[in-house]
């Protein structure tokens, strides 16, 4: 991410993703960026100087609710683009404030992807 916009990042990780920004070890936090934790996962995002988004590579995130989480990002004008659903999933991408790409995704059934 770039430097000095935490606050953006929390408003999309925490406000609209639903995730709980947690502390960053004492040795790291003078450098900038935040953490992120949900069920199963925690996001790290660290300040990079010359800063491009990853447009390409991205991480998957497994939820409940996509239908409503899909209106949260409507509501915030979040970049949102249909997916055609993979055996088992339904899915979309979406962009942070910095133009990172991120997957969400939900099973059809609870037992879908070795639940």
Do not use: Q
């Amino acid at each position: 991410m770039p430097a000095g916009r935490e606050e953006e990042a929390e408003e999309f990780y925490s406000g609209v993703l639903g995730l709980t920004r947690v502390a960053k070890p004492a040795p790291l936090a003078g450098r900038g960026g935040c953490w992120f934790r949900g069920s199963g996962v925690e996001v790290h995002l660290g300040v990079v100087e010359d800063f491009r988004p990853a447009r390409k590579a991205h991480p998957a995130l497994r939820v409940l609710g996509l239908s409503a989480l899909r209106r949260r990002l409507e509501d915030a004008s979040a970049v949102i683009t249909e997916e055609p659903p993979l055996e088992g999933w339904t899915r979309l991408h979406t962009v942070d404030p910095f133009g990172n790409r991120i997957e969400l995704i939900e099973a059809f059934t609870p037992a879908a992807g070795g639940a």
